[in-house]
C-alpha cells in the first residue's frame, strides 16, 4: 500500500512516495521540480514507481498548474486530492475568518507541526514559519487551534520589488551581517532580517496571549536560508507538508466507518 504526496507551492513541486499512510512511514521514493518542469515527470521520475494506491496533495500554485500534475498522474489509476482547509482537521481547528481560504499548504504543515509538538511532550502553543517563495508565520495555542500568521514577501520577491522599484539596487546576492557596508550586503540583510523580525513580534504576541513559551519550527526550502539569522533556537524541519499529509490521511481514515 503504497502513498504519494504532493506538495505544490509557487516555485517547486515536491513529491514523496511513503509505504504506508501513516505518520513514520517509511520514505521510499522522493523529488522536486520547478513549475515549469511538472511535465518531465510522467516520463521521468514517475515513469519507473511502481503506481501508488493513494494520494494526497496541497496546491497553492493555480488551477492550471493543478491540472497539469493530474494530468501526469494519469499514468496511473490513482484519482488526485488535494486538501481544501476545513474548520478543524486532524486535531487543528482553523481560526480563519473564511477556513477554505487558507492556503492548503500552510493548513498541512500547521498539521504536521502541531503532531510533532505532541509528539515531543505535552501540548505548547507553536509558531510556526515556513519559507518559500513567500513567508508564512503561523501562531497556534496549546490547545491546537490556528489563531492567524502573517503572510510576506520570501526573500526573491523581496529582492525584485526593490530593484523593479528603484534605479540603483541592481547588485548581485550579498551577505548577511549585523552593519552592511555595501549594497549587497544591505539588501540581503535587510530581507533576512525583516523576515526574523516578523517571526520575533509572532513569537512576542503568541506568549502575550498563552502565557507559555511556544515551540519554534521552521520549514520550507529557504528555511535554511533563515535559520542562522533567527532571533531564538527555531527547530529546522524537512518535509512537515509531508508529515501534515500522511496525518490527515490516517485520520481520516480512522474516522471513516468501517
Ligand atoms: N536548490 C534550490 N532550488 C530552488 N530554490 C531554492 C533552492 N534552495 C533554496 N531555494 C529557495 O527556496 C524557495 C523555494 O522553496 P519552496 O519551499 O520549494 O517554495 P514553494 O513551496 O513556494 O514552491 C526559492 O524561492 C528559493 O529561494
Ligand atoms: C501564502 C502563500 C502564497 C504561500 O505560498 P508558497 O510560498 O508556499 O508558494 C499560499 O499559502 C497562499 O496562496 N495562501 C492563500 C491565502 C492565505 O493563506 O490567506
Ligand atoms: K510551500
Known amino acids: ?44 521520475p514517475w515513469a519507473r514507481l511502481a503506481p501508488p494506491r493513494h494520494m494526497l496533495g496541497c496546491v497553492v500554485a493555480g488551477d492550471t498548474v493543478r491540472r497539469r500534475v ?26 480563519y ?16 507541526a502541531r503532531h510533532r509538538v505532541l509528539a515531543q511532550g505535552a501540548a505548547r502553543p507553536l509558531v510556526l514559519v515556513m519559507v518559500g517563495t513567500a513567508v508564512t508565520v503561523e501562531a497556534l ?22 530593484e523593479a522599484g528603484t534605479a540603483g539596487l541592481h547588485v548581485p546576492t550579498g551577505e548577511v551581517r549585523p552593519f552592511p557596508s555595501n549594497t549587497s550586503d ?18 512576542q504576541h503568541l506568549l502575550a496571549h498563552c502565557g507559555q513559551e511556544p515551540a519554534c519550527i521552521m520549514t520550507g526550502g529557504a528555511g535554511w536560508k533563515m535559520a542562522p539569522s533567527m532571533t531564538r533556537p527555531f527547530e529546522l524541519v524537512e518535509n512537515l507538508i509531508f508529515d501534515g499529509l500522511l496525518e490527515i490521511t490516517a485520520h481520516r481514515w480512522a474516522d471513516a466507518p468501517a
Open 141 to 162: 495555542d496549546a490547545s491546537g487551534r490556528f489563531l492567524g500568521g502573517f503572510i510576506l514577501p520570501g526573500h526573491g520577491i523581496m529582492l525584485r520589488a526593490l
Open 97 to 112: 475568518d473564511h477556513p477554505s481560504r487558507l492556503g492548503a499548504d500552510r493548513w498541512v504543515a500547521m498539521i504536521g
Open 186 to 203: 544591505a539588501l540581503t540583510s535587510g530581507g533576512t532580517y525583516a523576515i526574523a523580525g516578523a517571526v520575533e513580534c509572532m513569537v
Open 1 to 44: 500500500m503504497t502513498f504519494l504526496a504532493i506538495d505544490v507551492g509557487n516555485t517547486r513541486l515536491k513529491w514523496a512516495v511513503f509505504d504506508q499512510a501513516r505518520p513514520g512511514a517509511a520514505l521510499l521514493e522522493h523529488g522536486v521540480e520547478f513549475l515549469d518542469h511538472i511535465e518531465r515527470l510522467s516520463e521521468g
Open 70 to 95: 493530474a494530468e501526469q498522474m494519469e499514468l496511473w489509476d490513482v484519482p488526485p486530492r488535494w486538501v481544501v482547509p476545513a474548520a478543524e482537521e486532524a486535531g487543528v481547528v482553523n481560526g
